[in-house]
């Protein structure tokens, strides 16, 4: 497994998101190395920056789950580097009225990452 950190808005809580991370992989007795970049939301260029295919990568992306008029809902999707989100199944699976990406800055405070960074994993209890 690869961490793919870039420099974000709040230095102080990307690195403890960082540092919550790599305890947890630690604990779980997880392989891992750590690639600093810049944050990169295009699949195919951070392939290239980490030596690997794109079907070997994952997007993490915070989506928005309406479910009814006064209830939305934030999730973490995680998809093959080679595939694209499927809306209309998290829409049936969570029988919400829509589903669509969350807006930049929630995704980034959900996630204490900017786009490009975000981990594959979760601290937020409100994700």
């Not at 789950?65 to 694209?84: F, H, S, T």
């Not at 405070?109 to 960074?117: F, K, P, Q, R, Y």
């Amino acid at each position: 497994m690869e961490i793919n950190w870039g420099p974000a808005p709040n230095a102080i809580l990307m690195s403890d998101i960082h540092k919550q991370l790599c305890d947890f992989l630690d604990r779980e007795g997880a392989a891992y190395r750590v690639v600093e970049h810049e944050p990169e939301g295009r699949t195919e260029v951070i392939a290239r920056i980490r030596g690997n295919r794109i079907e070997q990568s994952i997007k993490s992306i915070v989506v928005q789950v309406r479910l009814n008029r006064k209830e939305n809902i934030y999730c973490l999707a995680n998809v093959p580097g080679d595939c694209r989100i499927d809306f209309d199944g998290i829409k049936r699976h969570f029988q919400a009225d829509s589903v669509a990406f969350a807006a930049r800055d929630k995704a980034q405070e959900l996630t204490g990452c900017v786009i490009g960074a975000i981990p594959p994993f979760s601290f937020s209890d409100q994700l």
